[in-house]
């Protein structure tokens, strides 16, 4: 009964979590499209610490408890605030409908390092769920324009895979930290490490941040909510079976952009994106 009301939760939080980032990553293309990718990635880690605060401040006491899994979430934090940035400049400089499936492959360097360090066991359906997400990837990154837009295409490409190795090394650590420090904990320290880091490269360029609160609020919100969801699914469950749950948040966020953003994708776009939700779907059944 365990293993089924376990495997129950894996699924739902990582529904929840593809929904959360879903959003959050087309509320983020909005900001940056507006404001810049690095006041979005500092004010997402600024406001999303207070949603998450109230909650960590039980467990607080774990941190003193475990110096050392919480060096490992220090740490984490720092993969995090450099994934954020990857993930947002791709957002300002390419299309959200390029950039989100390209990202969404994350979990398949999870499981790759796994696979290296944990030896997890490969086998023939985790191998066609990484072939499937590989040229799903391709087909998704395979330009269609010309020109200063094809530069472009191609840079949002080139964040999108950065973001794509720090993510999945950020999802492969927090399985041991959660464990550990709990399911907010985590949470609130990856956004107060990313405060100061981001702060960096933010106060050395100019820029207001009037407008930067009403902008960032809901993609605070759902990434907190998302990054939530995520530690309570790996905490209960499987990282198997969360994180490429977890990892199709693109289907929400390329449908946001087709509806609201007009970016249609093309043939060949199509079906890599779809070829990338079926390998992502095969980690998450076979894993």
Not at 107 to 135: C, K, N, R, W, Y
Not at 159 to 188: C, H, N, Q, R
Not at 234 to 246: D, E, N, Q, R
């Amino acid at each position: 009964m365990n293993r089924f009301l376990n495997l129950g939760l894996s699924i739902a939080c990582g529904l929840l979590t593809a929904t959360g980032f879903g959003i959050a990553d087309f509320a983020a293309k909005l900001s940056t499209n507006r404001i810049g990718f690095l006041q979005t990635a500092l004010f997402v880690q600024l406001i999303g610490s207070f949603f998450v605060l109230p909650f960590a401040l039980r467990d607080a006491q774990r941190v003193l408890i475990n110096p050392w899994i919480t060096l490992v979430a220090i740490l984490l934090g720092v993969v995090n605030a450099v994934a954020t940035l990857f993930l947002y400049k791709g957002f300002e400089v390419g299309r959200l409908s390029i950039v989100s499936p390209i990202a969404s492959t994350a979990p398949v360097v999870a499981i790759m390092l796994a696979v290296a360090f944990l030896g997890e066991i490969v086998t023939g359906q985790l191998l066609l769920g990484i072939s499937l997400v590989m040229v799903g990837v391709m087909l998704v990154s395979l330009q269609t324009v010309h020109g200063d837009a094809s530069k472009q295409v191609a840079r949002g490409t080139a964040y999108a895979i950065g973001f794509m190795l720090f993510g999945g090394l950020l999802l492969f650590g927090l399985k041991p930290v959660t464990s550990v420090l709990g399911v907010f904990l985590p949470v609130l320290i990856l956004r107060l490490v990313g405060i100061p880091v981001l702060a960096v490269p933010f106060f050395r360029r100019s820029g207001s941040g009037s407008r930067a609160f009403s902008l960032v609020l809901p993609v605070a919100f759902f990434d907190t909510f998302a990054n939530v969801a995520y530690t309570t699914g790996v905490s209960l469950g499987s990282v198997a079976i969360v994180s490429p749950l977890g990892g199709m948040f693109s289907a929400v966020t390329v449908l946001l952009a087709w509806v609201f953003l007009k970016e249609k994708p093309s043939r060949h776009q199509l079906i890599g994106f779809v070829a990338i939700l079926i390998g992502v779907a095969t980690l998450g059944t076979f894993g």
